[in-house]
């Protein structure tokens, strides 16, 4: 989670700096604000997944993208799972007293989700637009079923892939500073720093330059369509619906920009400083070393958000939650059934409002 537990250091370690903060204080608050995210990701997500697996019990007729929701919602709960094991070892001023298998899984377990929830943000835009913009016959609908299955087994398979070299070098080492054991990567002796860089860059690569600008575009082509069909749109509410679904799909973007541009900013300046290019001076480790740590912090804020943005605001899945909690012991009643039949077949996972969904 900081320079010592993720392995994305800046520091060199002939390098000597005076602590600038208070560092007790920065990881209390790390704490903190760990537990809050652990408490309310898991809660969500584990909610979100425990509906749709209902749904799917109840043989509800789903959206298929509620495949690449319940995939997220994995991604997401197992990384927040992982939170009390780093909040344990932050609490101790980053000792890890769980031995190297422990380090070397637990990493694992967080990447490799991390990684998959980012590409199945990813994957969802691109399916939303085609299932928005491409009309399905029987035929197709099939293969393109088989297609988002295919594509969730390609997104767990690269995020394993992704993760595989940093926990690789994962050791648990003595610190050079207090009568600490880390857990942190230990790079080949004669390169150590280029292989520091790599493997930070591939983190940048794979985790905000690839997906961000693949959800920005789907999404931008996906409000487009909105915005040319409103004009023809014959009800007021449906055109209406529409540019709540326009704002809905601006705040994906942004919630995912708010979240991983500032790590990753923070990632490719600290990279820039160990190649040479930023002066690496005292001042400017600290406040890597500060600024890592918040927005690390912050990018794990998706794991609450996602929940929000992808499942609390749209209709269907409300319908879902409240038969799932108020109407579960009377679907026989007139008003479980008017929910029933009230329950819209949304085009994609999102408070949008076609004329005519494809069936899929």
């Known amino acids: 989670?900081?320079?010592?537990?993720?392995?994305?250091?800046?520091?060199?370690?002939?390098?000597?700096?005076?602590?600038?903060?208070?560092?007790?204080?920065?990881?209390?608050?790390?704490?903190?604000?760990?537990?809050?995210?652990?408490?309310?990701?898991?809660?969500?997500?584990?909610?979100?997944?425990?509906?749709?697996?209902?749904?799917?019990?109840?043989?509800?007729?789903?959206?298929?993208?509620?495949?690449?929701?319940?995939h997220l919602a994995v991604a997401d709960l197992c990384v927040c799972a992982t939170l009390p094991i780093w909040v344990s070892s932050l609490a101790q001023h980053g000792h890890w007293p769980f031995g190297e298998m422990a380090c070397k899984l637990t990493h694992l377990l967080f990447s490799v989700n991390l990684f998959g929830s980012i590409f199945f943000l990813a994957c969802m835009s691109v399916d939303r637009y085609f299932s928005l913009t491409k009309c399905?016959?029987?035929?197709?609908?099939?293969?393109?079923?088989?297609?988002?299955?295919?594509?969730?087994?390609?997104?767990?398979?690269?995020?394993?892939?992704?993760?595989?070299?940093?926990?690789?070098?994962?050791?648990?080492v003595k610190s050079s500073h207090g009568d600490l054991t880390l857990c942190r990567p230990v790079y080949p002796g004669e390169n150590p720093r280029d292989w520091m860089v790599g493997i930070q860059f591939s983190f940048?690569?794979?985790?905000?330059?690839?997906?961000?600008?693949?959800?920005?575009?789907?999404?931008?082509?996906?409000?487009?369509?909105?915005?040319?069909?409103?004009?023809?749109?014959?009800?007021?509410?449906?055109?209406?619906?529409?540019?709540?679904?326009?704002?809905?799909?601006?705040?994906y973007i942004i919630v995912f920009l708010g979240c991983w541009g500032p790590y990753h900013s923070v990632l490719f300046a600290d990279a820039l400083a160990q190649l040479g290019l930023l002066p690496l001076t005292c001042g400017l480790d600290n406040v890597i070393y500060v600024a890592l740590h918040l927005t690390q912090c912050l990018s794990l804020l998706h794991c609450c958000f996602n929940p929000i943005l992808y499942n609390f605001i749209n209709r269907n899945y409300?319908?879902?939650?409240?038969?799932?909690?108020?109407?579960?012991?009377?679907?026989?009643?007139?008003?479980?059934r008017l929910i029933e039949t009230s329950n819209v077949s949304d085009t994609e996972y999102s408070a949008v409002a076609v004329d005519n969904p494809p069936q899929i």
């Not at 997944?49 to 298929?64: K, Y």
């Not at 297609?147 to 690789?168: D, H, M, N, Q």
């Not at 409300?318 to 479980?336: C, E, P, Q, V």
């Open 136 to 172: 399905d016959d029987s035929d197709r609908g099939a293969r393109r079923k088989l297609v988002r299955r295919a594509a969730c087994v390609g997104v767990w398979l690269l995020a394993f892939i992704a993760s595989l070299p940093e926990t690789y070098f994962l050791h648990t």
């Open 204 to 251: 940048i690569l794979l985790g905000f330059v690839l997906p961000f600008p693949i959800i920005a575009v789907f999404y931008t082509l996906l409000a487009r369509t909105f915005r040319h069909s409103s004009s023809t749109a014959a009800s007021t509410s449906v055109e209406q619906e529409r540019r709540i679904s326009r704002r809905v799909i601006l705040a």
């Open 318 to 336: 409300r319908y879902d939650l409240m038969k799932a909690f108020i109407f579960k012991y009377s679907t026989r009643t007139g008003l479980a």
């Open 1 to 70: 989670m900081s320079r010592e537990h993720l392995g994305n250091i800046s520091s060199v370690d002939t390098m000597m700096c005076a602590t600038a903060f208070n560092r007790s204080a920065l990881l209390t608050s790390m704490c903190v604000l760990y537990s809050f995210i652990f408490i309310i990701g898991l809660a969500a997500n584990a909610l979100v997944l425990w509906v749709n697996i209902r749904a799917q019990r109840d043989s509800t007729p789903r959206h298929e993208t509620h495949m690449y929701i319940a």
